[in-house]
């Protein structure tokens, strides 16, 4: 059947076009997103939903969603979507990060023109009939410091934009590398320096609770006599009450705010302030960024639901359609690992340690680890997957690390994954053959050979003759075939391993009959999800 996506924002007719070229359903309701009871509603009949601001994704919705696999922001700002309630209910959430950068970058620099040279007040004036040239005495740019607080993909293009008008730049960013700075022509500053020393303030952050009122009382109470704020970034960085009061008594000479705390915006402190220019949440707001968005968001979507691949996902290791193809059955034998172990695990898991040896060494490692961690964690919940499997491990408290090298073997590449409880380790490895069909190679560090199926059953126990001919005799007499059989053991007369794969689940009339042998320390039946 094929994927089906809801539209609930107004998006370009392209992005429709490329779903059902795709071969995606689509349903294009552009209003829908307004109506959240509505949205709450039908919302469990689509496996994607693409939206833009308008829609809010919350936990009430996300709740409702028993099919949906994805959700795409066409644009930056994640803010109307629950990310966390997302993870846990398994939702990859994908923005597009990159295609509103030029238009959000050019209304900052639009937005810093207006400001220092009083334009929409001017305007007005003059539709008015008025004729005040004394009265709009601005300032020019040229050889001012701009202080520029992140300095990422849009705040690093109005760096550029600012150099170009001869400005001067200075740029607060803690991820900022001093190389990095030197190359983009600006001075690295702390924070407080910044505010010190800035004639204008440029904010291109977004808002989490370390930048939430980045600028607040106390630090605008630091900026330099006559700075001009600007603001296309995210309400909520800039304490709007504080600055209202600078800008009253003349601290600040004026600001720029294309966004707000409380948006829609009918009400602000801002507001009706001399020498404020407001804008309705235009960053992004022209013809070529809402089609690139529009295009971009829809392409991710197809390519997620269609290839596996994910872009752009804020949680959720991104992956390439091209790794995807390649790392496909790396994929898969990474969940068969994390599966075995968390089907033969009972205890609580306190640590996973996952080694990744020779070519996958080399291979997009954060994608793999979801995979192991969400097949271990699949036997105690089995509606996690890779999206949500981190964040039940980290509810858990289960601490995850990872180890690579270079080939040691003699296989190309494998991954092993190692587990500790309070009372033991546990560990298996496994690697990918030329076919493309994974296989367990080691088990409890015994070397072995084991075809994965969806139906196997796993046993353990001393070496003594006649114990794999009881084996196969009681599986006989239950009727239950055996569809391949690996052995493996330590030493002779020590701990030996068989790994059955069956024609069908493993008999529970069987599975007793081995136990009842008295032969046996362990009897597992195991069952493994197949591409």
């Not at 059902?20 to 359903?25: L, N, P, Q, V």
């Not at 496996?47 to 028993?66: M, Q, Y």
């Not at 800035?198 to 009122?213: E, G, Q, R, S, Y």
């Not at 290791?317 to 059955?329: L, Q, Y």
Request: aromatic share 4%; proline share 4%.
């Amino acid at each position: 059947m094929a994927p089906r996506v809801l539209i609930s924002d107004s998006l370009s007719d392209a992005a429709v076009q490329i779903f059902k070229d795709r071969g995606i359903e689509v349903d294009f309701e552009p209003t829908l997103g307004k109506d959240k009871d509505k949205l709450a509603e039908v919302i469990g009949q689509y496996d994607g939903l693409a939206i833009r601001s308008a829609t809010k994704v919350t936990e009430k919705i996300l709740e409702n969603a028993t099919n949906l696999k994805v959700i795409g922001r066409a644009g930056i700002g994640t803010d109307n979507i629950d990310k966390e309630a997302a993870s846990k209910k398994g939702v990859i959430v994908m923005n597009t990060p990159f295609g509103n950068m030029i238009t959000t970058a050019e209304h900052a620099i639009a937005m810093m023109f207006a400001v220092a040279r009083q334009i929409p007040e001017a305007s007005a004036s003059t539709h008015a009939g008025k004729w005040e040239k004394s009265k709009f005495m601005g300032v020019e740019l040229t050889g001012k410091t701009l202080g520029v607080i992140g300095a990422g993909n849009i705040g690093g293009i109005v760096c550029n934009r600012a150099l170009g008008l001869k400005m001067k730049v200075v740029a607060y960013d803690p991820f900022l590398g001093a190389e990095k700075a030197k190359q983009m022509g600006v001075e690295k500053v702390e924070l407080d320096e910044l505010l010190k020393r800035a004639d204008f303030i440029t904010l291109h952050v977004p808002l989490t609770d370390t930048t939430k009122n980045i600028l607040g009382r106390e630090n605008l109470a630091k900026t330099k006599k006559g700075v001009r704020i600007i603001n296309c970034a995210r309400g909520g960085l800039v304490d709007e009450v504080a600055l209202a009061e600078l800008l009253k008594d003349g601290h600040v000479a004026g600001a720029a705010f294309d966004v707000f705390a409380e948006e829609p915006a009918k009400e602000n402190p801002l507001f009706n302030l001399p020498n404020v220019v407001c804008t309705p949440h235009l960053g992004a707001a022209t013809t070529e960024a809402q089609e690139n968005v529009a295009l971009q968001v829809a392409e991710q979507m197809a390519n997620y639901l269609l290839d596996g691949a994910v872009e752009n996902a804020l949680n959720m290791p991104s992956m390439t359609a091209e790794e995807a193809k390649v790392m496909g059955p790396w994929v898969a034998l990474s969940g068969h690992l994390g599966s075995f172990i968390g089907q033969l695990t009972d205890e609580p898991i306190t640590a996973i340690n996952i080694l990744y040896d020779g070519v996958v060494a080399e291979m997009n490692l954060p994608a793999l680890n979801c995979s192991v961690v969400a097949g271990i964690m699949k036997k105690a919940n089995p509606d996690v997957n890779l999206v949500s499997a981190p964040v039940v491990a980290k509810e858990r408290g289960i601490k995850i690390s990872t180890t690579n090298q270079a080939k040691s073997g003699t296989f190309d590449g494998y991954v092993k994954v190692t587990i500790k409880t309070p009372t033991r380790e546990r560990s298996i490895a496994g690697t990918v053959f030329s076919d493309g069909k994974p296989r367990f190679i080691q088990i409890k560090g015994i070397n072995i050979d084991a075809e994965v199926g969806p139906h196997m059953l796993y046993t353990t126990n001393i070496d003594t003759p006649g114990t794999i001919g009881t084996l196969g005799s009681v599986l006989g007499e239950k009727g239950q075939n055996i569809a391949n059989f690996t052995l493996g053991r330590a030493a002779a007369n020590g701990q030996a391993i068989a790994v059955l794969y069956l024609d069908e689940k493993a008999k529970p009339d069987a599975v007793e009959a081995l136990k009842a042998t008295g032969l046996f320390e362990q009897v597992r039946p195991l069952e493994f999800t197949m591409a």
